[in-house]
């Protein structure tokens, strides 16, 4: 728990925000949304510190919190599925504790209906399939499960976008005003475009750890190929869960080789152009 206390960083405009809350006469409203993101972002960093992942940081932010892991897409989907939901869930707890304190007198109804709305709406938007969310992250490791990985990232990011420029547009027409919802969105904005930028290194950080080991999988899974074809093509085949055997054909025989020799011969090699056929000369 100490370890993971030690990830906590808080934003220099949180402070700012707790400020205006106190000034405005909503301090109690403001800490409650933050302890409920706080209560929120520690499931995850629980769940996946059990799963022993590398948790980067959990920040609080002026809008919310974030909790960052330092992990390729290697994790078994299983893992990923209850880190990812572990967030999710800390709301129902939370909403069973505010129907049991009701009848305290610290717990006041207004106090209740206030904490019942403020944890709908955090977990209602968290499940919104728009990356970096719970729902877009839920979006992402399903694609994962139905397609190649750099075609998943892909997916995801078009459909982020897509989802993200709806949510846009209906809260121009419904809240045109409400600035916490607009600076939300300005960060999600922020967040895929980044994201997309990235891609390409998060793309060969998911095959350098399956080169180095750092990798499970539940499944092999055979892809064939013709003998033309290039290293670099064969790589955007790999999917998260799977162990690959390259079968290549050939007008005579088939040839067998293990995923580990086409990221060597990419990685170590540097024979990025290379085909099929130049790996297996000599064989």
């Known amino acids: ?7 906590i960083k808080i ?7 707790l400020g205006i809350g106190i000034i405005t006469g909503y301090f109690k409203e403001v800490v409650m949304v933050f302890a409920i993101v706080f209560i929120h972002e520690m499931g995850h960093a629980l769940v996946a510190n059990h799963f022993n992942w590398r948790i980067r940081k959990i920040e609080l932010l002026p809008f919310g919190g974030v909790a960052e892991m330092d992990e390729s897409g290697n994790r078994p989907f299983r893992e990923e599925f209850l880190v990812i939901i572990a967030g999710p869930l800390q709301h129902l707890w939370l909403m069973g504790a505010s129907f049991a304190f009701v009848s305290f007198d610290f717990w006041s109804t207004a106090d209740h209906q206030q904490f019942i709305l403020h ?27 139905l397609f190649a990985y750099q075609r998943a990232q892909a997916l995801t990011l078009y459909s982020s976008i897509g989802v993200l420029a709806l949510v846009s547009l209906l809260s121009y027409i419904m ?9 939300v969105l300005f960060f999600l904005c922020i967040s895929n475009y980044l994201e997309w930028k990235q891609r390409h290194y998060a793309y060969m950080r998911f095959l350098m750890d399956r080169l180095n080991g750092k990798m499970t999988y539940s499944r092999r899974q055979h892809l064939t190929f013709p003998n033309d074809m290039k290293i670099r093509d064969v790589l955007k085949k790999f999917r998260k869960g799977h162990n690959h055997i ?12 293990e995923e580990i020799e086409i990221l060597q011969t990419y990685f170590h090699d540097k ?7 130049d790996i297996t000369k000599g064989r």
Do not use: A, R
């Not at 728990?1 to 990830?7: L, R």
């Not at 390259?246 to 080789?257: A, C, M, P, R, Y």
């Open 11 to 17: 934003n220099p405009f949180f402070w700012f925000i």
């Open 175 to 183: 809240f045109p005003f409400h600035l916490n919802l607009w600076v």
């Open 271 to 277: 024979k990025i152009n290379h085909t099929l056929q």
């Open 119 to 145: 944890n709908l709406m955090i977990l209602g938007f968290n499940l919104i399939p728009v990356w970096p969310l719970d729902g877009g992250k839920l979006v992402h490791l399903g694609y994962c499960y």
């Open 246 to 257: 390259i079968v290549i054909k050939d007008t005579s025989k088939k040839t067998f080789i």
């Open 1 to 7: 728990m100490w370890s993971i206390i030690k990830k």
